[in-house]
């Protein structure tokens, strides 16, 4: 019996040595020290043993007994140190790395270009002026001289939310609501939303403008070449080429629109341009008398000039970006560098 305890013994120790983990160790201190366990199973012979024989196997047991508790407590000391070490190069933070930097969101581009082109007129003298979104035709149309028959409505795809009522297809309309709450001099510039039914890579259905108002006596043509003048060589440069080409607004007489060099080539001609190396960036006229008219001025005591610029149109010249779509369709790639 002796031999089988000691022979029990070796296998035991030499099992616990290998034991590959914590949970081998459990499994093997069930198997040979458990109730149901090869030691105990071993133990149960000793009833037949002599009385001098007793005490002596017992004693070898004793000692084979401590000799597997004192193995399997070693080797789970030694386990548990390795797991925690690994754990813990698993888990090492490397605390010497750079920081990853928390995402921060900018400023849509649109909102940046209404605020750098509202900065440059405030310094020019202008005060901001807002209006309504949803606007009665009266003032989108009939009080900016584009009476209900009048062939220029045609020029706008008008949406109708109700009869008589429109999303405002531009922002004059601002024009005719601060006329009629001010007495002259007015300077104002209205940034805001504008609706038409248009859609292609130029054109969309909701986009942005700026008007601008200037209203006093003896203001000329010259004061809006003047302001046009500052205000596009203060957002493209200082030696962007213009020009002012006659045109037709129903509420503007005489009227014209502005190119500017094109950003491209610098006016030697190119696609974007159309090789003509302009390109159109506002309309702008003096205010038609009819439509003091309709606000009270007298056109005799006052002048004044109007203009209204399209910002994404700015926008995309300035950043050379050739899909009006990428404005509104939130990919945060194209948002991101303007960040
Ligand atoms: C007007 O809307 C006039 N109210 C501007 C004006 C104001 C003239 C004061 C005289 C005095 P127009 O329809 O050309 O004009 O539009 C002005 C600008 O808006 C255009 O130059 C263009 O840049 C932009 N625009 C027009 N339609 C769209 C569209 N569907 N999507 C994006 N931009 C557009």
Not at 34 to 55: D, N
Not at 122 to 146: H, S
Not at 215 to 240: C, W
Not at 254 to 281: H, M, N, Y
Request: negative net charge; contains cysteine; aromatic residues 8%.
């Amino acid at each position: 019996m002796i031999e089988q305890l000691r022979g029990l013994k070796d296998r035991a120790l030499a099992q616990i040595d290998e034991a590959a983990d914590l949970e081998a160790l459990t499994q093997l201190n069930v198997s040979i020290l458990g109730r149901k366990g090869e030691l105990t199973a071993t133990l149960r012979g000793m009833g037949s043993l002599s009385p001098e024989e007793r005490p002596v196997v017992g004693q070898v047991a004793n000692e084979v007994k401590t000799a597997i508790n004192d193995a399997i407590e070693a080797r789970t000391s030694a386990l548990s140190g390795a797991e925690q070490q690994l754990k813990f190069a698993r888990e090492a933070v490397d605390v010497t790395r750079p920081g990853r930097a928390p995402f921060t969101a900018n400023l849509h581009p649109l909102t940046q270009v209404v605020r750098e082109l509202l900065d440059i007129f405030t310094g020019l003298g202008f005060d901001i002026a807002e209006g309504r979104e949803v606007e009665n035709e009266y003032y989108n149309f009939e009080a900016l001289n584009i009476p209900a028959d009048h062939p220029a409505r045609d020029m706008q795809d008008t949406f109708y939310v109700a009869p008589g009522t429109v999303l405002r297809t531009h922002t004059s309309p601002v024009q005719v609501r601060v006329m009629e709450q001010t007495t002259p001099p007015v300077c104002v510039v209205a940034p805001g939303k504008v609706y038409r039914h248009d859609s292609d890579v130029t054109h969309s259905p909701m986009f942005h403008q700026v008007e601008g108002l200037m209203i006093d006596e003896g203001i000329t043509f010259a004061d809006l070449k003047g302001v046009l003048h500052s205000f596009i060589h203060s957002y493209y440069g200082p030696q962007t080429g213009i020009r002012f080409r006659p045109s037709f607004f129903p509420f503007t007489e005489p009227s014209a629109e502005v190119d500017i060099q094109c950003v491209f080539c610098k006016g030697a001609g190119c696609r974007v341009c159309g090789r003509t190396g302009w390109l159109e960036i506002l309309g702008s006229g003096m205010v038609d008398p009819a439509v003091f008219g309709c606000v009270g001025y007298d056109p005799e005591k006052v002048q004044g000039f109007a203009f209204g610029l399209g910002v994404e149109r700015i926008a995309m010249l300035k950043y050379g970006i050739d899909d009006i779509r990428l404005f509104f369709e939130n990919d945060l790639r194209f948002l991101k560098h303007f960040g």
